[in-house]
């Protein structure tokens, strides 16, 4: 994992690239948005939810079959025999209902949820 934004990996159209770049930098920085660990992911311990958080980070292993939508809105991986996944929503700013539009920060709240897949 690179950590740098893969725009070509689903061969997304050029409409979606401004949210993959939205998700992408939220995902590396969650700042201005909400982050959220399940029950789960916390019950791994403070070291553990250090790692998960730099995998979320760095993660980078979009596919058409990870990602059929070009977003970069989701994404699962192991860590030490664990399967975890990690999902942006987009809500308002009331975080009562979706967000009308995703691509303007001044309608829409990032919510980074990250849980083991046994918790889906």
């Known amino acids: 994992m690179t950590g740098k934004p ?3 990996a689903c061969d997304m159209p ?8 939205l998700n992408d930098a939220f995902r590396r920085d969650p700042t201005g948005g909400q982050l959220f660990t399940t029950a789960g992911v916390i019950s791994l311990g403070d070291a553990a939810l250090l790692s ?4 979320v980070h ?4 979009f596919t ?3 990602d059929p939508n070009g977003e ?11 399967r975890l996944f990690w999902k942006i929503d ?17 309608l829409t709240i ?3 949820t990250i849980m083991l897949a046994s918790e889906y």
Do not use: I
């Open 90 to 106: 987009y809500y308002d700013r009331s975080l009562r209902l979706g967000s009308p539009d995703p691509l303007d920060p001044s």
């Open 58 to 61: 760095t993660f980078d292993a």
């Open 72 to 82: 970069h809105d989701f994404g699962s991986f192991h860590w030490q025999g664990e």
């Open 14 to 21: 050029a409409a979606l690239a401004p949210l993959t770049l």
């Open 52 to 55: 998960v958080l730099e995998l």
């Open 110 to 112: 990032r919510v980074l």
């Open 6 to 8: 893969d725009t070509r």
């Open 64 to 66: 058409p079959d990870n």
